[in-house]
């Protein structure tokens, strides 16, 4: 009897049944889509203190299989993302638009600071970002989230008018955007939100009419404490709930369809329309009349110490001048004719004087004594330093406020440790970053040591080097101005990018290295005295456009003495006293940044993987080990011979002993040989086989 049919019939049984419930496990066990992994593993390395979120990662994970906390999921992809109330600080990153799958999006009540992001989620029908710390607009990528229904922005920093941006949201069923700093009139487009049910406005600054409102399905209206004029359109008598007070509304007789404003619609913090333009005439008698009393007694005070107050400040500094000029036969006093006349040309051409450092505003005998002890230290520096005067330009503090919105969050672009980093933009279309040093670092010292600062920084010229192009000194305000770079810092492309945005490929990190290897060639090796920088890191390292390095903060090593607290964890060499072999250390950090595309310090991975240099160094003459450290963005696609070259360049920079590491000369020759001629030598320009030292003599 033949057994074999009968035997495999059972087996192929077997087989059929596992292979169904492979089937349906599958869908189980499936891993998240790729592109929202990114987009949380962005959030998550822009956010500062990301500790509440357990479960998530700067790098990889599977958010749907491993359950991270706020994140739900549908089979593999993102769908709702919930972190209400969980005093997160930083920002939100900038891939939020991968999230293609993304329904619900609340990140209420945190301590988010900066721009809302403009790329959000496409899809988003709920969008929470209420009492945070948001400054900036509302983003205009909002006018293409076709399926939204609910926007919160309610009770952040949020200014400016609002843009028509509201034709393409038709599903838009609340809109609260109250406790904010909106201004200007409400956009005309709001006439197309047929579906808005509640709208909340109150605490702006809005102004204008709100006859676009007329139209609209609304149950739930709160336009209180703004700067709404006009008539109320009597359509609005139909809404539920409506608060209108602490608005200046028209009064007389309303045209047709309109009607005004009465203590039936002004709310219960309203008043009625006769009451207020009663409070506002009688306000406005009492501020001209004030305003009157005080220009005559100011005139009767000018006029009693014209003569007293004037001579006191110009004897005080003609003073100050003869000691200061008593060579300088072409001087003309300021004092003329007993007319009190200051004459600025002579004070201006006198080789004396430095470059635009006397100027009408310092002079101005109506400035404050602080303001004087400014000028007068302006006078005396550049008189000290006649024969050096400064190319930089002097920039008065009142413009760098007006490019700057006042120093507002919104431009902030960076902070270190001596200050924060502003962009700044002008009317002219110019941009500039504008570095605004914290007072407290000049404590020890004084504003001499900021102009000494100034002078030494602007006799740096080199391609690498950020170059400086101004500064401002006045009270409470050390500034300097530099060009600005749009491609942000290296730390930025390196640890806040991923896969799917800008990965830097092997050759332009070899570009990256051996730009910054040159700028501190320049600064060790050419410049005279030598410049130690004390400051070398990532984000210190700036790109611009064509992502060609330009290294920040150099000549500015005294404020770096303590090099254990200006370094980040992770850079700083091991010895004791600072040196030049110790900017060689921080560099080779840099370089393992590069590498590897990990940052110098992640507490995030395992305990003997934390310290960069410490995990990498043993692993550097490793043929099979450098596959495996090597950056995963890069996928495979580098030179093997010039990975290890770049690998034992960076195993000689970051040697115990500082002696035994290299010269910067000695590593930009080094780093030539990683270079691939093929795609990197037209890009640089000239020989890459020398150094150009020779090109940079001009310190």
């Given amino acids: 009897m033949d057994l074999s049919g009968t035997l495999h019939l059972p087996l192929l049984l077997l087989l059929l049944l596992l292979l169904r419930v492979s089937l349906l496990v599958s869908p189980v066990i499936a891993k998240t889509d790729q592109p929202d992994v990114s987009a949380l593993n962005v959030m998550y390395s822009s956010i500062t203190n ?63 600071k900066g721009d809302i992001p403009y790329q959000l989620p496409p899809n988003v029908v709920d969008l929470n970002l209420q009492r945070n710390q948001f400054t900036g607009g509302v983003p205009y990528s909002i006018s293409q989230m076709s399926d939204l229904k609910y926007l919160n922005l309610a009770n952040n920093q949020l200014s400016g008018q609002l843009t028509d941006m509201f034709s393409k949201i038709p599903k838009l069923s609340s809109l609260d955007l109250s406790f904010n700093r909106f201004s200007g009139n409400l956009p005309q487009t709001f006439k197309y939100l047929t579906s808005l049910k509640t709208l909340y406005l109150q605490n702006n600054q809005f102004s204008g009419t709100i006859n676009v409102l007329g139209n609209l399905p609304l149950n739930d209206l709160n336009l209180e404490n703004n700067r709404f004029t006009g008539y109320i359109p009597q359509k609005l008598n139909n809404v539920d709930s409506i608060e209108l007070g602490g608005n200046p509304w028209s009064t007389g007789t309303a045209p047709a369809g309109m009607e005004k404003a009465s203590s039936s619609n002004l709310g219960s913090g309203g008043s009625s329309s006769g009451f207020s333009s009663k409070v506002n005439g009688v306000a406005i008698a009492l501020i001209v009349i004030a305003v009157l009393a005080l220009v005559v007694l100011l005139l009767s005070l000018i006029k009693k110490n014209k003569s007293s107050s004037s001579s006191h400040y110009l004897d005080g500094r003609s003073h100050y001048m003869d000691d200061q000029l008593s060579n300088n036969r072409s001087f003309t006093p300021l004092v003329a004719n007993d007319k009190k006349v200051i004459d600025m ?16 505003m310092a002079m101005d005998p109506r400035r404050s004594s602080t303001d004087a002890s400014v000028s007068e230290f302006a006078v005396k520096y550049h008189s000290k330093r006649s024969t050096e005067p400064i190319t930089a330009t002097s920039y008065p503090l009142s413009d760098l406020q007006l490019a700057t919105a006042s120093f507002n969050s919104s431009r902030l672009v960076g902070q270190g440790t001596i200050g924060r980093v502003f962009k700044a933009k002008f009317e002219d279309g110019r941009l500039l970053a504008v570095k605004k040093i914290d007072t407290i670092n000049f404590a020890r010292g004084s504003s001499y040591e900021f102009m000494e600062i100034i002078a030494d920084m602007t006799k740096l010229h080199h391609p690498n080097v950020l170059q400086l192009v101004g500064y401002c000194l006045e009270p409470g305000y050390h500034l300097l101005v530099y060009e600005f770079q749009r491609n942000g810092s290296l730390h930025d492309y390196l640890h806040l990018s991923d896969d799917y945005s800008k990965p830097l490929t092997w050759d332009t990190r070899v570009r990256i290295a051996l730009g910054t290897a040159r700028a501190l060639e320049y600064l060790h090796e050419v410049c005279s005295p030598s410049i130690m920088h004390k400051n070398i890191k990532s984000s210190n390292i700036l790109l611009d456009s064509e992502l060609n390095p330009h290294l920040s903060d150099c000549g500015m090593a005294v404020f770096y003495e303590d090099t254990s607290e200006n370094l980040g964890a992770g850079y700083g060499a091991p010895e004791c006293v600072y040196s030049m072999k110790s900017d060689v250390y921080s560099f080779g950090v840099v370089m393992l940044e590069l590498l590897t595309g990990r940052k110098p310090y992640d507490k995030s991975r395992p305990v003997e993987e934390q310290l960069l240099a410490k995990w990498a160094i043993p692993h550097l003459h490793d043929i099979d080990g450098l596959s495996e450290m090597a950056d995963p963005s890069l996928r495979g696609l580098y030179p093997p011979k010039s990975v290890s070259r770049f690998a034992d360049v960076i195993a000689l920079c970051v040697q115990t002993e500082p002696e035994f590491r290299p010269t910067m000369s000695e590593v930009v020759q080094s780093l030539v040989k990683c270079v691939q001629r093929s795609s990197i030598s037209k890009r640089l320009g000239g020989d890459l086989s020398t150094s150009r030292r020779s090109d940079d003599s001009d310190w």
């Avoid at 790098?59 to 109330?85: A, E």
């Avoid at 040309?345 to 009408?360: A, R």
Wanted: aromatic share 8%; charged share 10%; net charge neutral.
């Fill in 50 to 112: 990301p500790s509440q979120l357990t479960g998530w990662t700067a790098s990889g994970g599977d958010p749907c299989g491993d359950q991270w906390k706020g994140i739900s999921c549908h089979g593999s992809s993102v769908t709702q993302i919930d972190l209400s109330g969980l005093g997160l600080n930083g920002q939100l990153g900038y891939q939020l638009s991968s999230l293609t799958s993304l329904t619900k999006f609340d990140v209420s009540k945190n301590n988010f």
């Fill in 345 to 360: 040309k002579p004070l201006q051409s006198s080789s004396s004087f430095g470059i635009g450092m006397i100027t009408p």
